[in-house]
């Protein structure tokens, strides 16, 4: 009798939960002390290190902050800072060095101060457990009551707690887990991402564009309106701001929803997937497009869909974005250089009747694979070569409302 011994692989990866809280009002005060003190560490070493650059174009690390840090808190005016956990105001310290860091790397602005209105939240580095239902940390010894609604794997590792402007309270969890990839399909395609169908398979699958802004248009409108006649700091004025953000959450909240159901799906069911190399970015500057590019969020979407990918060991291509896979026949390589915006549907000189999302897909899809096979990898269309990117324009000449058009 022979037995045969099916080999798994098993990778490991990180993992983020975010489950709502339920302090109690107790609990609530001591978050609120720990979102202000981080943000008062934050601010207060900021503006440190640009007083020091501006004096001797030098400034002090985190080391040297840190120290001053604890005789910070051993002055009488700053005492209070230790009323919250120590390695969470550490780790305040730690977000502005990596901020200073990207910064003169070139891949992020200045670091901005931190304001009570805009984000608020905190991270716990070490000591984390959940227990029963409990988010257990230093400072909070019973343990904040927490709605798991599914299962924790692996260990878990800091914890990042914040505040929405809404009013509600979430923790996220980090975790370091074993994860086992999805079984390969053999499958691939290519995606073409629009306003009129949120994304075009190869295979002619049509994924909805749902225009979340849209469906709570004249709600948000309404609670806006009401707002603006609030007087500013009244009880009114607060209530009816959360009411705004009531709102902005649930856009929010469906739109992230949909987009990991349609990056899941996709993922599951292709081991290559091709798109475009969309400057997002660029495209927003098109006035009367912007609210709905914003509103598709593909950036997002692609995110997702990589970091998927990665972990089910798929890949994802992107081709260059002034690559004319809308004018292009999939089948015989005839342009039409004289193709309008407004026609869905056109047939090449050689009589292949092609519909253009399905059409741009496909060539994506061709385009892709040509770039796998080559051995190029990502192709990211210009960007890695920043000199000869910066001679062309942010978009390809007919990006604007052809993607508006779907």
């Not at 225009?211 to 007087?231: C, G, I, M």
Request: with cysteine; hydrophobic share 30%.
């Amino acid at each position: 009798m022979r037995i045969q011994i099916l080999v798994v692989a098993v990778k490991t990866i990180h993992r983020t939960y975010r489950f709502e809280l339920r302090p109690t009002q107790d609990q609530k005060v001591l978050l609120d002390k720990h979102f202000g003190c981080v943000r008062y560490v934050y601010n207060h070493f900021l503006n440190e290190r640009k007083e020091q650059y501006q004096a001797n174009k030098k400034s002090d690390n985190y080391y040297a902050q840190a120290k001053t840090l604890t005789e910070l808190k051993k002055e009488d005016e700053t005492i209070w800072l230790k009323e919250v956990n120590s390695q969470t105001l550490q780790f305040a310290l730690r977000s502005l060095e990596t901020a200073y860091l990207n910064f003169f790397a070139g891949n992020a602005k200045f670091p901005r101060f931190k304001s009570r209105k805009r984000k608020n939240s905190f991270t716990v580095p070490q000591h984390t457990k959940l227990i029963d239902g409990k988010v257990h940390v230093p400072k909070f010894k019973e343990g904040i009551q927490c709605i798991v609604h599914r299962e924790v794997k692996g260990d878990v590792g800091k914890m990042t707690f914040s505040k929405t402007p809404t009013g509600k309270y979430f923790v996220s969890i980090l975790t370091e887990e074993q994860y086992q990839p999805k079984e390969k399909t053999g499958a691939v395609c290519g995606i073409d991402l629009g306003l009129k169908d949120f994304a075009i398979t190869s295979d002619g699958i049509k994924f909805k564009n749902n225009r979340y802004t849209k469906k709570y248009e004249s709600d948000l409108a309404k609670a806006q309106k009401h707002f603006s006649r609030k007087t500013k700091g009244s009880n009114s004025f607060e209530r009816q701001k959360r009411k705004v953000a009531r709102i902005h959450e649930k856009i929010a909240n469906t739109r992230q929803d949909v987009l990991h159901k349609v990056s899941y799906q996709l993922v599951s069911e292709y081991d290559v997937i091709a798109l475009e190399n969309l400057p997002v970015k660029g495209m927003m500057s098109n006035r009367k497009l912007s609210k709905h590019i914003a509103d598709a969020s593909w950036g997002t979407f692609v995110r997702l869909l990589e970091y998927k990918a990665d972990w089910n060991d798929k890949q994802v291509v992107k081709i260059n974005r002034f690559y004319p896979s809308s004018k292009t026949c999939h089948v015989c390589g005839w342009k039409n250089q004289d193709l309008n915006l407004s026609v869905r549907e056109w047939t090449c000189r050689n009589g292949h009747p092609l519909y253009r999302d399905e059409n741009a897909a496909k060539n994506i899809l061709n385009e892709g694979l040509k770039i796998i096979s080559s051995g190029t990898g990502d192709y990211t269309g210009g960007d890695s070569n920043q000199t000869s990117f910066q001679k062309h324009r942010s978009v390809k000449p007919e990006a604007h409302l052809s993607i508006a058009n779907g």
